[in-house]
């Protein structure tokens, strides 16, 4: 046990020094965390400072670019809408041409029709003149004829001129001679 002895009266003697010497060493191990926390505060100020602007311009061209994006959509839908409006007035005013133009023929494909009626009646009077002993008025009825006889009811009555313009034209023959 004279070791143990030994050995208390070293600490015992030395005990003050190394007190000393552990609380300096205590006391800049504390200003050292503490500088180092200081440190790791003003960072971290300084962090969140920047990562706030980058978030805030990030933010700003965000929202730039969505209202770019919105107003050119807008602009398109107005283009489209003003392209499909002026497409629809030309289909309107194209149908309208054509109706009036359509509405306009048919009219004038009618008048032909009204006039091979009106050869027809010259037809029929020219018939009778023929049985009668003037000529003149048969001479000139197959003149009007010849339009109508590509129709086949014109046919028949020219048939009947025909046959009645045989003794007809033998009486004027004279005169015109």
Do not use: Y
């Not at 500088?35 to 960072?43: G, H, Q, R, S």
């Not at 027809?120 to 009825?141: L, S, T």
């Amino acid at each position: 046990m004279a070791i143990f002895d030994r050995l208390k009266k070293i600490f015992s003697k030395n005990a003050p020094d190394v007190a000393k010497v552990a609380g300096a060493i205590g006391a800049d191990v504390a200003h050292e965390t503490a500088e180092v926390v200081e440190e790791a505060k003003k960072v971290v100020a300084a962090a969140t400072k920047k990562a706030e602007k980058t978030v805030t311009a990030v933010t700003k061209k965000a929202e730039k670019t969505v209202t770019a994006a919105a107003k050119t959509a807008e602009k398109t839908v107005e283009g489209a809408t003003k392209t499909a409006s002026k497409a629809v007035q030309k289909a309107t005013a194209t149908a309208a041409t054509k109706v009036t133009k359509a509405a306009a023929s048919k009219p004038a494909a009618k008048a032909p029709a009204a006039k091979k009626p009106a050869a027809k009646p010259a037809a029929k009077p020219a018939a009778k003149p023929a049985a009668k002993p003037a000529a003149k008025p048969a001479a000139k009825a197959p003149a009007a004829k010849k339009p109508a006889a590509a129709k086949p009811a014109a046919k028949p009555a020219a048939a009947k001129a025909t046959a009645a313009k045989k003794p007809a034209a033998k009486k004027p023959a004279a005169p015109k001679a």
